[in-house]
């Protein structure tokens, strides 16, 4: 078997192992990067002497006679090329063309033909006093998509230098495991999501439907496999057309959703046990399948858990709390949320204020051109959200989003230039805290902000709640 095929993913076919030539490529780009971000060191001002006096790294050329050194770094540029994106600030530093400054995950860069504008700069297409893009540049220069992406791209405004970010983490910093993957990725050798096998396993089943009759022979009426069943307690029922999905769609109606998992895994398991007598002549025992069925899932379960607390990790107190929970007396609590509406190229944003009593004082939904990833529309809502609070003039105001990434950036460093640190700047003036909630307990603000693609710039109070809305509000008060 080929190295090339044994450095694919598991979930593609392979065993996993690193491809050695992307690993070093990824190995090589982060010198590459620290030539882009730290030019105060003495090994950046020696290469920028030699190579690239005129431009910045990305820019530059391999030059005449280059050293192994620097032609290694040169030709892995192209990974910092895809990864990275620059946040905007008074525009000075990128340039129109051949720059990844657009928020777009398939092409970053523009794609209208220009002539004569190489050595021009984005600060060209903004505003003069830097309050915005200059609309009638960009409708003049630019074809469609491009106009869309521009309009669609946040402005630090003329105070702020530019600066570049990794596009693949979300602390913005270059990792050597996050330019694998994206390599990887490029080349279809790396999965794409993070799905347990339990559930890929599921979905193969599922896709098998053209040869009905065998899998549900298989896996629920082989007299095997009704042994299996048997002997983990489970009363089996029939689909009324011999269905596979039918049948597991039954079996899952009538199950508690904690248990579903058991059904998932001794499916797999049957399937397992059925492969080995086929292709490996080994033949299982009952025991040995429900033994590996609930080994399996145990697991599984105590590496969600881990993977939970992982997830959880930089959580404060008043974070992931288990249900709506009403402000202090004379408190006002805002619930923010955000969508991509990818088929309409806009996203929109939705905010839900509630007083000490959990009754809604006013709430608001606005949608805005272009397409962005979703976490710079969370990180767009919180900041809209928090000027919303300042122009009502609220006093004791909590802040509540579901998007963890977003909650952390304000806390920490993060990728999204001059929208959060406007964020810091209006909850430090304001003096609001800003919390960390589950989407579960998010409901109300999300079906506000799948509607406002339909309904933006609507504006209500307690007068005139939506009927939908109330009922969620409602609930959440008894939860």
């Not at 082989?222 to 029922?237: D, K, R």
């Not at 001794?266 to 025992?285: D, L, P």
């Amino acid at each position: 078997m080929s190295w090339e095929r044994l450095s694919k993913h598991k979930v593609a076919g392979g065993v996993g192992f690193r491809d050695f030539r992307d690993f070093n490529l990824a190995l090589l780009e982060k010198q590459g990067w620290r030539l882009i971000n730290h030019l105060e060191k003495l090994s950046s001002k020696l290469y920028k002497a030699r190579y690239f006096t005129e431009c910045d790294f990305l820019a530059s050329e391999l030059g005449n006679n280059p050293t192994f050194i620097w032609r290694s770094i040169w030709d892995a540029r192209l990974v910092i090329k895809v990864g990275a994106r620059w946040k905007i600030g008074n525009g000075a530093k990128i340039g129109i063309l051949g720059q990844p400054w657009l928020h777009d995950s398939v092409n970053p860069c523009i794609t209208s033909e220009l002539i004569g504008l190489n050595d021009a700069t984005i600060s060209s297409l903004m505003i003069e006093d830097g309050g915005g893009w200059d609309r009638e540049v960009i409708e003049d220069l630019f074809n469609t998509r491009d106009q869309r992406c521009i309009l669609a791209t946040e402005i630090g405004g003329c105070g702020r230098a530019d600066e570049l970010y990794w596009n693949e983490n979300i602390s913005g910093d270059y990792m050597v495991k996050s330019a694998y993957q994206l390599l990887q990725k490029q080349k279809g050798d790396w999965h794409t999501n993070s799905s347990s096998q339990i559930w890929i396993y599921c979905g193969k089943f599922v896709r098998q439907l053209s040869d009905e009759e065998t899998v549900m022979h298989i896996l629920v009426t082989c007299p095997f496999a009704q042994q299996c069943w048997h002997h983990i307690g489970w009363s089996l029922l029939n689909a009324v057309d011999g269905n596979f999905a039918s049948w597991l769609q039954i079996m899952f109606d009538q199950t508690e959703k904690g248990r579903r998992g058991e059904i998932v895994t001794m499916c797999w398991s049957i399937w397992k046990a059925r492969n080995n007598m086929v292709w490996n002549e080994e033949r299982s025992t009952v025991q040995a399948v429900v033994f590996s069925t609930m080994r399996y899932l145990a697991d599984w379960r105590k590496a969600q858990v881990y993977s939970t607390k992982t997830l959880y990790q930089d959580v404060i107190q008043g974070d992931k709390v288990d249900s709506w929970v009403k402000p202090k007396k004379d408190e006002v609590k805002v619930t923010v949320d955000a969508a991509v509406f990818k088929e309409q190229n806009r996203y929109g944003v939705g905010m839900l204020a509630r007083d000490d009593e959990g009754v809604v004082v006013h709430g608001r939904s606005d949608s805005y051109e272009g397409v962005v990833r979703p976490e710079f529309a969370e990180a767009i809502a919180v900041k809209e959200a928090l000027s919303w609070v300042k122009c009502m003039a609220w006093q004791g105001v909590t802040m509540e989003s579901d998007c963890l990434g977003v909650v952390r950036a304000i806390r920490m460093t993060s990728p999204f230039g001059s929208i959060i640190m406007e964020c810091r700047r209006l909850i430090a003036e304001l003096n609001i805290e800003l919390f960390f909630i589950k989407r579960s307990y998010n409901i109300a603000v999300h079906l506000l902000t799948r509607e406002s693609c339909l309904y933006s710039g609507r504006v209500f109070d307690k007068r005139n709640v939506l009927i939908e809305l109330m009922n969620i509000v409602s609930t959440d008060l008894f939860e």
